[in-house]
């Protein structure tokens, strides 16, 4: 096994993509510390996949019940969180993500008083649990004079969530709908500033390591200043290892990776599993013997659905339906042992159980085959 391949099984243990799996999908995301979630069937799967036993509509009920919500946090895009964690990571992340839109704000024309008048509309629109969607929301903008045509209002409604205004409510059907984040997570824990700042580097060093710097500089949306302060606060905590030149962060006391003579594992990860987009250095997913084509991808990059084993990227896959049936059809990158064909078909097998509806496996030509 190469040093990175080392690297990526670790990440593995970590992430409890193997070993033992959790038995809720709320303490995946509190070991986690948060679920990128833009890809709202996808980050289900993510989480799915790290729960033994765990089902499609088990994740629906908790999302609809609250126990784990989605907002934009860390970088600008949407995770998931615990209602526990929603406020201190919000207090710590918000600002310096709110700070970054103010170029997109002035090419909107929207500055602090149009945003103060949407979140107060949005207040008495939201209040006595009254959840609405998001044409709702823009109906409501309309009605107190705010234009929220075009970007306008997905922006009023990330900087109303960065301000702790909105968060998730529960599905409607196949629309999202927002609450009160006041109402929803009434019991947000708090967290002076360099308490928090040590808890999240803590949490991602432990679930995601062996992890470097940089990587939670990008997880994170922190500063590298931020992050030197979070390992000084943690590093008892922490173990450090320098491996091909690189240092490397994790849980000492972390299960090893799989021992040469175990089968190999296989993954159909989703759009933006943490596994892949958790690390600004991924050169540890890549196997050295097998060349990524990026046209073999959904959208050119291995952030979208791909096919792991043993924790490296060996293809890209996606989920087909029609006439009642449903298939996972799958392009390699390279031909597989009889051994990753079967770890392949597992995967398959818990994507059934967790849709909890037979999948098909098809391997599909790849691009520029004969």
Do not use: C
């Not at 209002?153 to 006041?182: C, N, Q, W």
């Not at 597992?346 to 098809?362: C, I, K, M, S």
Request: aromatic share 8%; net charge positive; glycine share 10%.
């Amino acid at each position: 096994m190469t040093a990175m391949a080392g690297i990526a099984a670790r990440r593995l243990r970590a992430q409890r993509l193997t070993g033992e799996p959790f038995t809720s999908a709320v303490d995946a995301v509190r070991w986690l510390g948060a679920v990128q979630a833009q890809d709202h069937i996808g980050a289900r799967w993510a989480l799915g996949m790290r729960v033994g036993g765990a089902t499609e509509d088990d994740l629906d009920r908790l999302f609809d019940d609250g126990a784990i919500l989605r907002t934009h946090v860390l970088r600008p895009t949407w995770h998931f969180v615990l209602p526990e964690d929603i406020g201190w990571l919000l207090r710590l992340t918000g600002p310096r993500v709110r700070a970054g839109l103010a170029g997109r704000w002035r090419r909107l024309e929207i500055d602090e008083q149009a945003v103060g008048r949407a979140g107060a509309a949005f207040v008495a629109a939201l209040g006595g649990g009254r959840h609405r969607t998001r044409r709702e929301l823009g109906e409501v903008l309309s009605r107190v004079g705010i234009s929220p045509e075009g970007q306008r209002l997905p922006h009023f409604l990330l900087t109303a969530e960065l301000d702790g205004i909105i968060v998730s409510g529960p599905r409607r059907g196949k629309e999202h709908t927002y609450a009160l984040m006041a109402e929803r997570a009434p019991a947000a824990v708090g967290m002076e500033r360099g308490e928090a700042i040590a808890e999240l580097a803590l949490r991602y060093f432990r679930s995601h390591g062996p992890a470097q710097v940089q990587d939670f500089v990008w997880w994170s949306g922190l500063t590298v200043a931020d992050t030197r302060r979070a390992i000084a606060l943690v590093r008892p905590a922490l173990e450090r290892q320098v491996v091909e030149g690189k240092e490397y962060w994790f849980d000492p006391g972390a299960a090893p990776g799989p021992r040469k003579t175990e089968a190999p594992a296989a993954h159909l990860l989703p759009n933006f599993d943490e596994y892949t987009v958790a690390y600004r250095d991924r050169s540890a997913i890549l196997h050295q013997d097998v060349p990524v084509d990026p046209t073999l991808f959904a959208f050119g990059s291995i952030l979208s659905n791909v096919l792991t084993i043993g924790g490296q990227v060996r293809g890209g896959w996606r989920r087909r339906v029609g006439r009642g049936a449903m298939t996972a059809e799958i392009r390699l990158l390279a031909p597989l042992t009889a051994a990753e064909t079967a770890a392949v078909a597992a995967a398959v097998q818990r994507l059934g159980a967790y849709l909890q509806h037979p999948v098909d496996t098809a391997f599909a030509p790849s691009p520029g085959s004969a």
